[in-house]
């Protein structure tokens, strides 16, 4: 017999209260982001390695400012592309 | 002291004396210009995410140090731009949180910035995990103290059916 858990819903019941992002950086306490690792930094650029803006990535404003020369001096290093097509 | 960190790239075709000796030459430099190195760290041969010079691989070299003056830095670059086997640099002050960061990863506290992050997330489930079964341990209590006893009840009608349905059931395979 289905019991009442059984039944699913028809509709993902998650889709209406999204988590609130919030600043990684701030919430574990990272200090120094280090432009030498690009694997990191491919969190916060996009496919075609842009960076991604505050609104997705949740950082807070002086955490942004840091990502974004980070990944500038990665990417004068070549360690991160100034352009491409499927990074991740 | 103020410390600053250069990182650069050098041509992947040198044959690996000639990229040590290069490497040699830049840290006598800043050693005669009058900086104390405070660490040398080759990265060794990497994949490049764009080709410059036509060359698809580098060797990276990272060197830290503190100057006595800004001097040490300009010549240093200078000597940098003109010289072929290099690729790219990069000069780039530390803040403290930098210096203490670089100081962290030599002595092994932290392998990537991402396991650090995955490190304290682990900490913190722990810490929710431990809180957790205290919290669901006197509840468990009481549920199975309630399950029991219907339990308890079932198993004095369970024989009785048992004994009833068995033979229906032989019955039924007979015919």
Known sequence: MA????????????????????????????????YKDPDFLKQFVNEQGKILPRRITGNSLK????????????RHLAMMPYVTDLLK | MRQYEVTFIVDPVLSGDEVKSTVNTYK???EDAGCTIVNLDEMGL???????????????????????SGEAIDSMELS?????????????KLDKYG??????????????????????????????????????????EETSKKEEAPVAVE???????????????????KA
């Open chain 1, 3 to 34: 019991s009442r858990d059984d039944i699913k819903f028809l509709s993902n019941p998650n889709i209406g209260n999204n988590r609130k992002k919030y600043c990684r950086f701030r919430k574990y306490g990272i200090k120094y982001i280090d």
């Open chain 1, 63 to 74: 955490f942004q400012r840091r990502i974004a020369t980070a990944v500038k001096r990665s």
């Open chain 2, 28 to 30: 006598k430099l800043l």
């Open chain 2, 46 to 68: 990497r994949q490049l995410a764009y080709p410059i010079n036509r060359r698809n691989t580098g060797v990276y070299f990272c060197i830290e140090f503190q100057p006595t």
């Open chain 2, 80 to 92: 940098f731009r003109r010289d072929e086997r290099i690729m790219r640099f990069l000069t780039v």
């Open chain 2, 99 to 140: 210096i203490k960061y670089n100081d962290d990863k030599r002595n092994g506290r932290i392998g990537s910035s991402k396991k650090e992050e995955v490190k304290k997330e682990e900490v913190k489930s722990a810490k929710t995990e431990k809180a957790a079964p205290k919290k669901e341990a006197p509840k468990k």
């Open chain 2, 155 to 173: 198993e004095n009608n369970t024989p009785v059916e048992k004994a009833d349905v068995t033979p229906t059931d032989n019955e039924g395979d």
